[in-house]
């Protein structure tokens, strides 16, 4: 099951306030890397009047998406906790895996870049900022399991895990910075003839993406031959689904734009343009399975 756009993302800061403070001490050997976000000092010296408006965005949010994902997936029969292990695999091929490991992902990145505005350090944003993913994510997959329907999937579990870490990988392991995970829809035939309440619950209009800064990777004697805002991206979406295990997996390859080598260079910029980046935008592209099919134009 996929997850609900950012605006009902449910993330409780007030009851990590603590973990924040926690995480404010870790270092990387006594100095902290800067993230490709927005800007922070190594002092920490938190903004208690813009922690407590994210704090009160965040708690409305809690309440936002809990009647979200109601009317979208908890109407049904409630049951004891319980695991889900044939049709959690079966009902997209696993594209919701991609898909519960990019929102966890794309909340890290959003909070992220809030924290440091709220004036945490770069370390204590990052695994603050991690943690409320994961705690999102977590407390929806433990909804699921009361839910007769879905049930709770180790599955969509583990790439919650997956999606929530990705940031910190990129934190401390540098060669990481040069892939980027990204998604984009087009609305597929079955989502024109109402086969789900919102585009992001429908794999067959989603298409995940890992764009590649070639730049980053050239020698630097040859790095000026590949102009820097041009990545190269790998994408996968299914087709063909009934919930039953029918269907089957694309694959693309596409140009793909860098939207952070825009210009601008102020933190709210920076900002911006890290979570434009999250999208892949409309590219040419070539389909390398099944069967090869060039596009002038991919969404």
């Not at 399991?145 to 999937?153: L, P, Y």
């Not at 990481?176 to 992001?200: Q, T, V």
């Not at 298409?207 to 004697?221: F, G, K, M, Q, Y």
């Not at 694959?251 to 734009?257: G, I, N, R, V």
Request: glycine share 10%; aromatic share 14%.
């Amino acid at each position: 099951m996929n997850r609900p756009p950012l605006s009902s993302i449910l993330v409780l800061a007030v009851l990590l306030f603590a973990a924040v403070g926690v995480a404010s001490g870790a270092r990387l050997n006594g100095n902290p890397v800067p993230l490709d976000t927005m800007r922070s000092d190594t002092a920490q010296r938190i903004d208690p009047v813009r922690f407590g408006i994210v704090s009160g965005i965040t708690v409305g949010g809690f309440v936002l998406g809990h009647g979200v994902l109601n009317n979208l997936w908890w109407k049904g029969e409630r049951s004891s906790f319980h695991f889900e292990w044939e049709r959690d695999w079966r009902y997209s091929l696993g594209a919701d895996k991609l898909g519960h490991a990019w929102f966890p992902y794309l909340t890290s990145t959003f909070y992220n870049g809030v924290f440091l505005w709220c004036g945490l350090d770069t370390a204590a944003s990052l695994w603050a900022s991690s943690g409320l993913a994961l705690a999102y994510q977590t407390y929806i997959e433990i909804r699921d399991g009361f839910s007769a329907e879905w049930g709770f999937s180790w599955g969509d579990m583990v790439a919650d895990v997956l999606g929530a870490a990705l940031p910190v990988a990129r934190h401390y392991v540098p060669a990481l910075r040069a892939f980027e995970f990204k998604i984009s829809f087009a609305p597929s035939e079955r989502f024109r003839s109402g086969s789900n309440a919102a585009i992001f619950d429908d794999y067959e209009s989603t298409l995940h993406w890992i764009s590649v800064d070639v730049n980053a990777l050239l020698p630097r004697t040859a790095a000026d031959l590949w102009p820097d805002w041009l990545n190269v991206a790998v994408g996968h979406t299914v087709v063909g689904l009934d919930e039953m295990g029918a269907g089957h997996h694309e694959f693309y390859l596409s140009l793909d734009w860098n939207l952070e080598r825009l210009p601008g260079d102020t933190d709210l910029l920076r900002f911006l343009k890290r979570l434009a980046n999250l999208y892949h935008l409309p590219a040419p592209a070539v389909r390398l399975s099944p069967g090869v099919v060039w596009y002038g134009l991919k969404l």
